[in-house]
């Protein structure tokens, strides 16, 4: 996901720089799904929890040099640098519903809310997520 921030200076007040880049977040999670009625249309809702990884891609050191042995190209040399990264614990809840069309198709329509457990954080930092899909059962 691209961003657009600001950084201030922790040392000189009035002193910030404003800085673009993307962000990585990768979050495995299980959750359940559960259908009010059986028929073609049907309300459902569903909880779920995860674990999310989060990388900033802030530099948070100088940039380093690592060397290895390659067996196939010989010694390497790659420049790399350490950046912000968190992860923590993630859950949501969600309401919607489902129809099912008679030729293998399924539309459905949900709000999710989903939320961050990051034990640094001050509060717990959350999102809404309203989500259409179609999918098509064989």
């Not at 880049?21 to 495995?28: A, K």
């Not at 809310?113 to 509060?123: E, G, L």
Request: proline fraction near 7%.
């Amino acid at each position: 996901m691209d961003y657009d921030a600001t950084l201030q200076s922790g040392l000189t007040p009035g002193v910030s720089i404003d800085v673009a880049g993307d962000l990585e977040s990768f979050t495995p999670r299980f959750w359940a799904n559960y259908n009010f009625m059986e028929g073609p249309l049907t309300p459902f809702v569903n909880a779920g929890i995860g674990w999310s990884f989060v990388d900033t891609n802030i530099p948070t050191s100088r940039v380093q040099v690592g060397c290895w042995w390659d067996p196939w190209w010989g010694y390497i040399c790659t420049p790399y640098q350490s950046t912000k990264s968190i992860d923590d614990f993630v859950y949501q809840v969600g309401v919607g519903g489902r129809w099912d069309f008679p030729n293998g198709f399924t539309l459905k329509l949900a709000y999710e809310k989903h939320w961050f457990d990051y034990s640094k954080a001050t509060s717990t930092p959350d999102f809404d997520q309203i989500k259409l899909g179609l999918s098509f059962r064989y």
